[in-house]
Each structure stands twice: as structure tokens, then as C-alpha cells.
């Protein structure tokens, strides 16, 4: 029931048949209902609710038209590009408001009142606060992208506050991959009698998906993730770290051994994140190191092979990790990692897939003839993390000292006048 001028745009980004959130969301919501889609990402959620905002955009065009609201700023970058590229055949504006970015050119973009924004909640409300004159009182579409995610992120007060001054009637689209207490909570406080459109209510992993582990000692884990990456040569990797210094460190390490790697974590800027994002999407990189924070809702078109390095410690995350292969009808491979004290974690995440997951086939005695070289290559990220952390250090005292000893006594000094009075 889309419109032709879309379908056109459809065609043009290459979307034949539409996916199966997209038959359930599409028809429910064109009739005008609200909607809660539970579908996993790379289920082409996006597209479920871009079309039927741009083609009531069609039919009652006006500004400020519809808000969609994003867990983390790489998603809110990936929404935009579709809306533009489904929308550009009919000049639809979107702006994104996020974190990391300059708030003046982003109240700029504000005033200029696009027909779609796209934001993280805390930049919308600092905007809802600070800007003036920005106000969305004419609102008709609300979505919450990775609902679930939004509200574990502890975005509450602020979504809270954003449904307080969104009209009532309005449309409001909730996805999300996981049906959570707090999901549910929401979906009271937003939705109108909603359409449930979920794509599979039971946690799965893709068929076409080749899922393995492999059973190591923990000091050896660096060695294995070597020999892995030589057997699997040519194809793109992703490989998730549990903290922003082991995925630094690892990217490291790698680089001394001639991979080409590049790390995402949240310790980055942001256009370097974005920067980091588009070479591995341009495959001038092949591997790309993340935390999970950096990873999910990344719509990252071919990666052949995810590999955990460090086991997820929630294993619903372990879903979120391995769903960047094997995307759109696509085959991939999942390694996961299980040293001797992960393994009550790894018999969660098969207990959650309902799988017992094979051994990925190795031989151990490459893997130790690479242990010399890794060895080094260790020694030499480790040398450059405290090089790369002394001159953070250095860049920070140079500014910071003064104004801080400034403002202790200053606090100090308050303590002490009081308990006289």
C-alpha cells in the first residue's frame, strides 16, 4: 500500500521484497495505528517506519513533522541516511541531533525546522530546554528505535520528559529487540491501544549462520585471535572487546603484526568513530575492533566473520553481536572465545540460542609457533597505550590543575562558613 514514488525510491536502494517486519508494520501503520515492532536489527526495521512517515508526509506536508528517537549516535547517523536516500526523490529534510556535536550549527539546523529529526534523547532535551523557539507542539510521528536499549542506557527522565511535550495525538512506532519490564512500562505510558508486529518472539540466531567457539587458555587468547585471522585471510572481521582499553590495546597489537585493524569504542570522538566506521565500510580496513556500545544497530554491509574476544557478559548481547553477520540472506561465521573462567557465561548464551555450538577446527601447534611474535607485538602496543595515556594525561593537567585546586578551597571554604553560622 506504499505509494509509487516510494516504491520507486525502494527500487533505487536496491529493496526488491520488502522484509517480513516490513509486511506486518507497513499495512498496520498506514491505516493510522500505533505500533510496537519487536524485530531483531538487520531485520530492515528502519525502512518499517520511514515509509509510512514519508508518505503521510506526502499527504499532509508540513515541518517538524516526525521525531525518532536513537540509543547512540552512529544509529541515528544510519536512520538519517535512509530517510534521505528513501526521501530525496520528494526533498524531505532530516537533521540529526546528537551527542559529540557542536549544539550552536545543530540549534541552527533546529530553526530551519526540517520535516524529520533524529535524535539521542539527552542532545533532544538539552535542544527542548536551551533552544529557543524550538519546540515540538506539532509533532505527529514519535518512534523509538531500540527501545529496550534507550531505556537500559538510563534515558528514562529524559524520555520522560520528551513525551511531555509531544502532543497527545500523535503516532507513535516503538521497536525493539527485547520485550523488557521497562519496554512494557513505556509502551503504557506512549502507545494507543498498539498493533503488535513482532518477527520472531523467541531469541534466535540466523540459519545462515555458522556459530563456533573455541576452548583456550586465557594468556594464549591474543595468540589464537592471530592464527584465526591468517586462516580466515580475505575476509572482513569484526571482533568485540569487553572494554575500551582491551579493544585499543588489541587494535594495537594487530597493527605491530601487519593487520590492517581499526577500533570503535566510546572513548573516541565522535567523527573519529565515524571516520573509524566508513574506511571498514569501505573496505580500506578489514578488521574492526568495537564494545558492544559501539556495535549495536550498526548497519555494517559485509562482515564475514564476528569474532568474541572477550565473551559477552550479558548473553543477549551475545545476539545483538552476532546478528552484524550474516545480515540480509547473507552467509557468516561467529567465534566466540570461552577461556577457562567464561564458562558458565558460554552455557548461558547456548542455552539462550537453544543451540550446542561446535568447536571451531584448529591446529594447536601453528598456533604456538605464533606465540613468539605475539609475545613482542604485546610488548609494543602496551608500550604505546601508556604513551598514547601519558599524553592524554599531559594535555589534560596542562588546563584543568588550577580552576581545580581553585574550586576545592572554594567548596572547603564553604563548609567551614556554614558550620560557623
Partial sequence: GVTDVLCEACDQLGWKVPTKIQIEAIPVALQGRDIIGLAETGSGKTGAFALPILQALLETPQRLFALVLTPTRELAFQISEQFEALGSSIGVQSTVIVGGIDTMSQSLALAKKPHVIIATPGRLVDHLENTKGFNLRALKFLVMDEADRILNMDFETEVDKILKVVPRDRKTFLFSATMTKKVQKLQRAALKNPVKCAVSSKYQTVEKLQQYYIFIP???????????????????????????????????????????????????????????????????????????????????????????????????????????????????????????????????????????????????EEVMMLAERVAEAQRFARMELREQGEKKRSRNDDDDTEEAIGVRSKVAGGKKKKRKA
Avoid at 336 to 359: C, M, N, S, W
Fill in 218 to 364: 586465557s594468556k594464549f587468547k591474543d595468540s589464537y585471535l592471530v592464527y584465526i585471522l591468517n586462516e580466515l585471510a580475505g575476509n572482513s572481521f569484526m571482533i568485540f572487546c569487553s572494554t575500551c582499553n582491551n579493544t585499543q590495546r588489541t587494535a594495537l597489537l594487530l597493527r605491530n603484526l601487519g593487520f590492517t585493524a581499526i577500533p570503535l569504542h566510546g572513548q573516541m570522538s565522535q567523527n573519529k568513530r565515524l571516520g573509524s566506521l566508513n574506511k571498514f565500510k569501505a573496505k580500506a580496513r578489514s578488521i574492526l575492533l568495537a564494545t558492544d556500545v559501539a556495535s549495536r544497530g550498526l548497519d555494517i554491509p559485509h562482515v564475514d566473520v564476528v569474532i568474541n574476544f572477550d565473551i559477552p557478559t550479558h548473553s543477549k548481547d551475545y545476539i545483538h553481536r552476532v546478528g552484524r553477520t550474516a545480515r540480509a540472506g547473507r552467509s557468516g561465521k561467529s567465534i566466540t572465545f570461552v577461556t577457562q573462567y567464561d564458562v558458565e557465561l558460554f552455557q548461558r548464551i547456548e542455552h539462550l540460542i537453544g543451540k550446542k555450538l561446535p568447536a571451531f577446527p584448529m591446529q594447536e
